[in-house]
T-cell receptor, first 117, second 115 residues
Framework: AQSVTQLGSHVSVSEGALVLLRCNYSSSVPPYLFWYVQYPNQGLQLLLKYTTGATLVKGINGFEAEFKKSETSFHLTKPSAHMSDAAEYFCAVSGFIEGGGADGLTFGKGTHLIIQP | DGGITQSPKYLFRKEGQNVTLSCEQNLNHDAMYWYRQDPGQGLRLIYYSQIVNDFQKGDIAEGYSVSREKKESFPLTVTSAQKNPTAFYLC??????????????FGPGTRLTVT
């Protein structure tokens, strides 16, 4: 079984400030972790993913995330927020599915990022 | 240009009518999924399919049905038995990997409104 908790349904930052979106997960096996972004009335776009290896992963649009096993966290950061970053962000975890095939992606409830001018 | 298409973008129906949402992908992915998205609730899995002619119920399958006759297509029917069908519906696909741990690719979504 696996689960994802995103702390804060809404996060507001000023343009140019650090963006930090929190994600904690639980998984009975070594997880694969993902961050997706969703703009209004659109589908989800993959920002970045962690599978194995380097725990700091870089994604598109200047975002990065660090996998911390001891803290069961995968927080998303960006050094300087832009107005165009305003969107909904989803963290997801993939555990192991017996026999392979369709993955067991479990999504958090999302964090709405608001950028103040 | 590979991707996932969903049509239509907006769909309006009267209560008591069945409605079918289209999802097509040209990514050559084996697995396809349907999610429902409601404000503040994230994504909830309705159905998924790992291969042609096979599909499995997700967490909220009641009132929905699917078919997978072709690799490229995974239509979702919202039946009159679905008590609260108004929502944003997202289709996704992924490759099949050992352990099934690949990222999913999403379509643009269909917003269904039932009155």
């Amino acid at each position: 079984a696996q689960s994802v908790t995103q702390l804060g349904s809404h996060v507001s930052v000023s343009e140019g400030a650090l963006v930090l979106l929190r994600c904690n997960y639980s998984s009975s096996v070594p997880p694969y972790l993902f961050w997706y972004v969703q703009y209004p009335n659109q589908g989800l776009q993959l920002l970045l993913k962690y599978t194995t290896g380097a725990t700091l992963v870089k994604g598109i649009n200047g975002f990065e995330a660090e996998f911390k096993k001891s803290e069961t966290s995968f927080h998303l950061t960006k050094p300087s927020a832009h107005m165009s970053d305003a969107a909904e962000y989803f963290c997801a975890v993939s555990g192991f599915i017996e026999g392979g095939g369709a993955d067991g992606l479990t999504f958090g409830k999302g964090t709405h990022l608001i950028i103040q001018p | 240009d590979g991707g996932i298409t969903q049509s239509p973008k907006y769909l309006f129906r009267k209560e008591g009518q069945n409605v079918t949402l289209s999802c097509e992908q040209n990514l050559n992915h084996d697995a396809m999924y349907w999610y429902r998205q409601d404000p503040g609730q994230g994504l909830r899995l309705i159905y998924y399919s790992q291969i042609v002619n096979d599909f499995q119920k997700g967490d909220i399958a009641e009132g929905y049905s699917v078919s997978r006759e072709k690799k490229e297509s995974f239509p979702l029917t919202v039946t009159s038995a679905q008590k609260n069908p108004t929502a944003f519906y997202l289709c996704a696909s992924s490759i099949r990997t050992p352990g099934g741990r690949s990222e999913q690719y999403f379509g643009p979504g269909t917003r269904l409104t039932v009155t």
